[in-house]
């Protein structure tokens, strides 16, 4: 069964992306436990391409196929997870890249919705924060996922917040959305 393709970001209003988020209905990967089977011999990089035995996945519907059965371990391990079986996937960074952003509203009334290199579309809120964390090559954004997992928020996206909260001339740099106020200036 093919894979929808994906919808234009720029072009989807608030409703548009409401609903889009709605009907998004992922495998039930938290209840599936089968016993370890292996290795997949795949591994997800830092800029977010997908690899198996060294090759990168070239085709885009496997890999938005492989993300709805990826699942983060209470070790902090990533596997891919069927009824039947579960193999262990190594994962350089995150095993997300936020890609694309859209931003409406301004205030406390803006609403920030990401495109993830997985194509999901997630919405920074209660349940999927943003948070800056501090490395030896810089500070790295992350966006919270799903089941302990995240998305590195790839630069331009990164950039694009900053020139956002910039303009809105807080006394904190930041952004909210639906609600909740995220800094990003590093300070928790």
């Given at each position: 069964?093919?894979?929808?393709?994906?919808?234009?970001?720029?072009?989807?209003?608030?409703?548009?992306?409401?609903?889009?988020?709605?009907?998004?209905?992922?495998?039930?990967?938290?209840?599936?436990?089968?016993?370890?089977?292996?290795?997949?011999?795949?591994?997800?990089?830092?800029?977010?391409?997908?690899?198996?035995?060294?090759?990168?996945?070239?085709?885009?519907?496997?890999?938005?196929?492989?993300?709805?059965?990826?699942?983060?371990?209470?070790?902090?391990?990533?596997?891919?997870?069927?009824p039947?079986?579960?193999?262990?996937?190594?994962?350089?960074?995150?095993?997300?890249?936020?890609?694309?952003?859209?931003?409406?509203?301004?205030?406390?009334?803006?609403?920030?919705?990401?495109?993830?290199?997985?194509?999901d579309?997630?919405?920074?809120?209660?349940?999927?924060?943003?948070?800056?964390?501090?490395?030896?090559?810089?500070?790295?954004?992350?966006?919270h996922?799903?089941?302990?997992?995240?998305a590195?928020?790839?630069?331009?996206?990164?950039y694009?917040?900053?020139?956002?909260?910039?303009?809105?001339?807080?006394?904190?740099?930041?952004?909210?959305?639906?609600?909740?106020?995220?800094?990003?200036?590093?300070?928790?």
């Amino acid at each position: 069964m093919p894979m929808e393709p994906l919808p234009d970001l720029s072009t989807l209003s608030l409703a548009d992306i409401a609903r889009l988020l709605a009907e998004k209905r992922l495998p039930p990967v938290e209840k599936w436990n089968p016993d370890h089977c292996g290795d997949s011999e795949m591994r997800i990089a830092r800029d977010g391409t997908w690899y198996h035995q060294g090759s990168p996945i070239g085709r885009e519907t496997m890999v938005r196929l492989f993300s709805t059965i990826l699942r983060r371990e209470p070790d902090g391990s990533h596997v891919l997870v069927t009824p039947v079986e579960k193999l262990d996937i190594e994962v350089e960074d995150a095993p997300f890249v936020a890609v694309e952003l859209k931003s409406e509203g301004e205030g406390r009334a803006r609403m920030l919705v990401f495109r993830l290199n997985s194509g999901d579309l997630v919405t920074a809120d209660a349940d999927h924060g943003l948070t800056l964390r501090e490395t030896p090559d810089g500070p790295h954004p992350y966006l919270h996922v799903r089941g302990g997992m995240e998305a590195l928020i790839a630069r331009s996206v990164y950039y694009e917040l900053m020139n956002l909260a910039l303009e809105e001339g807080a006394e904190r740099v930041g952004l909210w959305s639906e609600g909740v106020f995220f800094p990003l200036d590093g300070a928790q």
